[in-house]
């Protein structure tokens, strides 16, 4: 059974926008079906000031795996990209935050779905609205589109490129 997954993408360091358009690709297979992207936003930095700004994106991932095991790939595509630990809120080639899993609540050490901060970063919900303005969470009060409308995020958030430069290869080979 397929089940819809919302991922965060993020990346400041190296080539941002190829970063994103990679790992976008890397989520589209082996029982993974990236079905719809938003548009690319700038941002400024959340936490730590003295870095380049970000840019950022949300994409709903269609998934047979369990949470867990995408997770992991989320994981495991960092990795692949190249990330490196560094501090908190800090530089970083790629970041995948899962940030809803269909059915899905988890809280313990390692995950927490749905992502604990995401309806107070105007980062991830004016993507998330973007994509799926109806879509609701235990965690947020409202759906995304009214959670986007009443956030108070200081963070300048600007369109920086259109949805279509993540679409994923199959999305295109689905239109042809």
Known sequence: MERMAYVGLGSNVGDRLANLVAATEMLDGDGCRVTVASSVYETEPVGYADQDWFLNAVVGVGVRATVRNFHARLKGIEADMGRRSRHRWGPREIDLDLLLFEGETVQDD???????????????MRPLAEIAPDVTA?????????????????AEVRLAYPSTVLAPASQARRKA
């Open 110 to 124: 390692t995950l927490t779905i749905p992502h604990p901060r995401m309806h107070e970063r105007a980062f991830v």
């Open 138 to 154: 235990p965690s947020m009060p409202a759906t995304a589109h009214e959670v986007l409308n009443r956030l108070n995020d200081p």
